[in-house]
């Protein structure tokens, strides 16, 4: 199975790998006395032979084979990833075209690339994270199948007449999020209004409101938050430069800075995992890593949102007062509910029309 | 023989003295050192800052020194754009004072990134509606702007000091010729007119960008809506007017007083009199913005104005702001012979030097005491020791840059020293 075994391109690997998947299925093995030439012998009856798979492609069978031999190498530590996408940069575009040059390249990887960005420049296909690749995937598969089309906007109603202030969402977004002592992606607000005996309490949640448009977008004097096709509010952590300029900007509070603090000795594996906000995996918590030193805020938890879960507010929700969908899609019931005269949005004539809806 | 001992002893004071003010500069620099050491290794825990107050006491002083400069800038300019008579003994020092408040500024600007590391983002990604990014890069090319000016304001006597001098300012007043040597009439001149091309473009860019910008920080920001108004950047460029002119009027009789210079009481008593000026300016505006911020009834500005006038920190606006900032200046130069006497300018100086911090703290804190949300937590928020640790170092580190330029460079005219 060498598709695992080195980056190359996308759609190179996809067309490459269905064709294997038609050779003969792996039988489960006899491990009497397992040493290592019987594993080699067991992976030997499995192997197909390269050449004769590469001819059923419509491409170049040579290029197939002196790629894959390279890439080995390339795993073995014998040749560099960047040499190996210099080598084969130019003969890979002519070979596959377009699919080529739109095809993120998953050798570099913004946390632990393989090769540097400036290699990165000068390749003809274009550049992009593991992350990036999974979520085109995860795109066209929707897309074919008719939801989540690309005017996905992302949002969520909450009717307060059913929110009884148990403040789960909190206490799930913490958990699902992972976030550190002094930052709490989501609040409930509490009012109390009247005197005796007619008194109204009024518990308003408060995520991200992922505004239309959002001032914290406009001040980022690096780009590091700016908003995506599908209406979150994205943060890039890795370009943060922590000025906190947006969390001035926000007229919600919403955003909150990442200190460095820990709930150390609180509970078990405190700081061992991070959330994988944004689609990216970053380990452990580590001192002076990002995303500490950086904002952070309610993102409708992306990257649930992107494997088709609602964010982790949602779902826990007691009294059902959360709803999440696509605003775009007049089928849905966060359009139909956000278009209810009971709706409203918090703070309207600041004019950042946001994609977080009330019910009075 | 009388004056030969008067200048021996005056001179043995002055070297005592000197040892003295270094001693206490690297005092203040190796206690900023710790701050710096606490900032680096705890990150910005070492702060009182929270989500809720996310900007404090660094970027107080950050729009504090940039104001210093911008002030400094434009009292340079009076002598080589608008060619005000006597302001040319003054003018690089005004120079060579926003130069090194420009780095003060910067170094705050540092300190108060939650990421450090990534100082340099600003110029590989920007946001062309960030007024921010615009910032950074206007610091910049002010910077230059201001390092130009200098050069060609000292480059006559650069030569001068590098020929007559062995010594270390001769060797560094070499290097910095930058390898024009032609001190001929018209090499003077040219001089003279790069000097004023480039105060001229400095003036825009310290009124509009440098300063204004800064105050455009704070106004553009809706969502708080004691900063969000267009007289706020006005008022940014007349206090920083004020804080400018007051540090070059302190310096200017301090070195007198220590260096032996003379003082000319006309310059003295023009400057006193423009600073009094603007210092009568800069409180009606602030004045005005008050009440129209207290007249709307809205909540955020009542709200952060009674903060400001009866909060915790009702002194610093009282006390620091208003009364030292204000009242003290207008009572010690508004009689015309008052102005002429150097203890009172040097002292009116000091009091606004000291005042203005307190104005740039009262712009930046109290907008952040009151939650954006009715049921978010209220902001609380007085600096850390660390942060007043490092920023007594910065502050130091400005101050040392400063004394060793006035040693080394000539930052006063040649041929207009009284010694």
């Known amino acids: 199975m060498y598709e695992l075994e080195t980056p190359r391109p996308a759609t190179a690997v996809g067309r490459w790998s269905a064709m294997s998947a038609d050779g003969p299925m792996p039988a489960v093995p006899e491990t009497g006395s397992g040493s290592d030439e019987t594993y080699d012998a067991m992976v030997d009856v499995e192997a197909t032979d390269p050449r004769e798979e590469l001819e059923k492609t419509e491409y170049r069978t040579d290029l197939g084979i002196e790629m894959a031999e390279d890439a080995r190498r390339v795993s073995n530590g014998a040749l560099s990833s960047a040499a190996y996408w210099e080598k084969y940069d130019g003969d890979a575009a002519a070979e596959f075209g377009e699919a080529y040059r739109e095809t993120p390249n998953p050798a570099v990887d913004c946390a632990d690339g393989t090769i540097d960005d400036e290699t990165a420049e000068s390749l003809g296909c274009s550049v992009g994270t593991m992350a990036s690749i999974a979520e085109g995937l995860e795109g066209s598969e929707s897309e074919s199948d008719g939801e989540n089309g690309d005017d996905t906007r992302w949002g969520m109603v909450i009717d307060l007449q059913k929110c009884i202030g148990c403040e789960s969402c909190t206490v799930a977004c913490k958990a699902e999020n992972r976030t550190p002592p002094g930052v709490s992606y989501n609040v409930v607000m509490e009012r109390e209004e009247g005197e005796f005996p007619n008194v109204t309490r009024t518990n308003v949640p408060r995520p991200c409101m992922q505004c239309e448009n959002p001032p914290c977008v406009q001040v980022c004097p690096v780009s590091a938050t700016y908003k995506m096709d599908n209406g979150v509010v994205n943060i890039d952590y890795d370009r943060c430069i922590g000025c906190r300029y947006c969390m001035v900007a926000c007229p919600y509070d919403a955003r909150y800075f990442d200190f460095g603090e820990n709930y150390d000795g609180e509970f078990e594996e405190a700081g061992e995992l991070s959330s994988p906000e944004y689609g990216m995996d970053r380990g452990s918590r580590e001192d002076g890593e990002s995303p500490i030193g950086n904002v952070r805020k309610c993102n409708f938890c992306h990257h649930r949102l992107e494997r088709g879960e609602e964010p982790a507010c949602v779902e826990t929700c007691v009294g059902d007062a959360r709803y999440m969908g696509n605003l775009e899609d007049t089928d849905s019931e966060v359009n139909e509910l956000a278009s209810s005269s009971r709706a409203f949005q918090l703070k309207e004539k600041e004019g950042t029309d946001p994609n977080v809806y009330y019910l009075k | ?419």
């Open chain 2, 1 to 419: 023989m009388a004056t030969q001992t008067q200048t021996v002893t005056g001179r043995l004071r002055g070297n005592r003295l000197r040892i003295v003010w270094y001693v206490l500069l690297i005092a203040l620099l190796a206690i900023g050192a710790y701050g710096g050491y606490l900032r680096v290794t705890e990150g910005l825990r070492s702060t009182n800052l929270t989500s809720t107050v996310p900007w404090g006491a660094w970027v107080a002083f950050y729009i504090y020194f940039v104001g210093l400069s911008a002030g400094a800038f434009l009292v340079s300019t009076l002598s080589n754009v608008f060619e005000v008579e006597g302001m040319h003994e003054i003018e690089r020092e005004a120079l060579f004072v926003a130069v090194v408040s420009m780095i003060v500024a910067l170094t705050f600007v540092m300190v108060d990134l939650g990421r450090m590391d990534r100082l340099w983002h600003p110029f590989a990604w920007r946001q062309p509606l960030s007024v921010l990014s615009w910032e950074v890069h206007a610091y910049a090319l002010y910077v230059v702007v201001l390092s130009g000016e200098l050069y060609f304001s000292m480059r006559g006597d650069l030569v001068a000091t590098s020929e007559t001098d062995d010594g270390l300012r001769g060797r560094i007043a070499g290097l910095l010729t930058l390898g024009r040597t032609d001190t001929s009439q018209e090499a003077l001149e040219t001089d003279r007119t790069w000097l004023k091309r480039l105060g001229i473009v400095g003036i825009p860019l310290a009124i509009v960008f440098v300063h204004g910008g800064t105050g455009n920080l704070f106004a553009v920001a809706a969502a708080r809506s004691y900063w969000f108004s267009a007289l706020f950047p006005v008022i940014f460029i007349t206090s920083a007017v004020v804080s400018g002119m007051a540090l070059i009027a302190l310096l200017y009789v301090l070195r007198a007083r220590l260096g032996g210079r003379t003082l000319d009481p006309a310059l003295l008593e023009r400057m006193a009199a423009l600073f009094v000026g603007f210092v009568a300016l800069d409180a009606s505006l602030k004045v005005l913005e008050a009440f129209v911020g207290l007249y709307s009834l809205h909540p955020g500005d009542v709200e952060t104005w009674l903060t400001i006038a009866t909060g915790e920190m009702w002194w610093s606006f009282w006390l620091v702001m208003v009364g030292l900032g204000w009242v003290a200046p207008l009572v010690l130069l508004h009689r015309r012979d008052w102005r002429r006497r150097p203890t009172f300018v040097a002292a009116a100086g000091a009091s606004v030097v000291l005042g203005v911090v307190g104005t740039r703290f009262n712009i930046v804190v109290p907008a952040q005491i009151e939650p954006a949300l009715y049921g978010l937590p209220t902001g609380e928020y007085v600096p850390s020791t660390p942060e007043w640790l490092l920023s007594l170092g910065i502050v130091a580190l400005g101050a040392l840059l400063l004394t060793i330029g006035t040693e080394l460079l000539p930052l006063v005219p040649r041929g207009e020293t009284h010694d």
